[in-house]
């Protein structure tokens, strides 16, 4: 059987984790986004199936020197997630970054005139904040609809410390996985330089950033894990609404703080005590 680019594991990973997240229900119509940033080797990988004749440069009104001649794997804009798995062509695409960091142009894919998705500034800002946060294991960037993180949004505080707490009480996994908590950013005019801007600077902080009124936005070093990351935020929220739900409000019983801090004890993570009573 001859090999083709949907066989690479990058490409056939990132075509798993939109099919994932289509069917948690999280990505109606042409919701969410997805980029990944390729290793040297993922794009020696998929360079014989690059065009022949790479597309124009198109600047992205954003600008990272540390991302300057990367190359990402992206979805398209206004392209469904449930047809990405069937269609990728239409569907992703990769694109490669200008020397001066500021500029993308699509390599291979988003056949017929697509282009990268319009949060693609947004991805390309927190891209560049964690990188440099991670020394260079992070490599998605993760945007989707979770159902439950959407609700919180009108009824809790929009703040860093309020979702954190309500959050990590609602699973016991939470504290491990997201020690530092997450960031909120108040509802904002998507796909523009300002909500990838405000984003940019939770994510020097956090691992996950909420949008009000909009989203989750994830990041990780490989799909596992981003995933696996906004799957359980996700899932704590739905606990959280459930909760709220049934007992009219009232919460009898919680994780503690201090059950908070012996869970990061034993699992040898550090709480961010600024949540913390």
């Known amino acids: 059987m001859n090999m083709e680019i949907y ?36 794009v020696a990988a998929c360079r014989p199936y690059f065009d022949e004749t790479p597309r124009e440069w198109v600047k992205m009104g954003v600008q990272a020197d540390n991302l300057a001649g990367e190359y990402f794997i992206t979805t398209g804009s206004g392209k469904y997630f449930r047809n990405v798995e069937p269609d990728p062509i239409h569907s992703i695409g990769i694109v490669e970054i200008n020397a001066a960091g500021d500029s993308w142009r699509i390599v291979w894919g988003l056949a017929d005139g697509a282009k990268p998705t319009s949060e693609f500034p947004s991805h390309f800002m927190n891209h560049s904040v964690r990188k440099a946060a991670t020394n260079g294991a992070n490599r998605v960037i993760y945007h989707c609809h979770a159902t439950n993180v959407i609700a919180l949004t009108y009824i809790l505080p929009l703040t860093d410390r309020a979702f954190s707490r309500a959050l990590w009480q609602s699973a016991t996994e939470c504290p491990v996985v997201f020690p530092e908590g997450v960031g909120v950013c108040p509802w904002m005019v998507p796909g523009g330089a300002d909500i990838a801007m405000a984003t940019s600077e939770k994510m020097k902080i956090y691992q996950a950033a909420i949008w009000a009124q909009h989203g989750l936005f994830a990041s990780g070093p490989d799909y596992d894990t981003t995933f696996g990351l906004a799957h359980t935020i996700e899932k704590s929220a739905e606990v959280y609404v459930k909760v709220l739900s049934m007992g009219g409000g009232l919460i009898r019983q919680t994780i503690e703080d201090d059950d908070l801090r012996a869970i990061a004890r034993d699992f040898g993570v550090t709480l961010n005590e600024n949540f913390l009573n």
């Not at 099919?19 to 040297?40: F, K, S, V």
């Open 7 to 42: 066989d690479i594991p990058c490409v056939k990973g990132f075509i798993r984790m939109c099919n994932d997240g289509w069917l948690q229900g999280w990505h109606e119509r042409n919701g969410g986004n997805l980029t990944y940033r390729m290793t040297e080797e993922d």
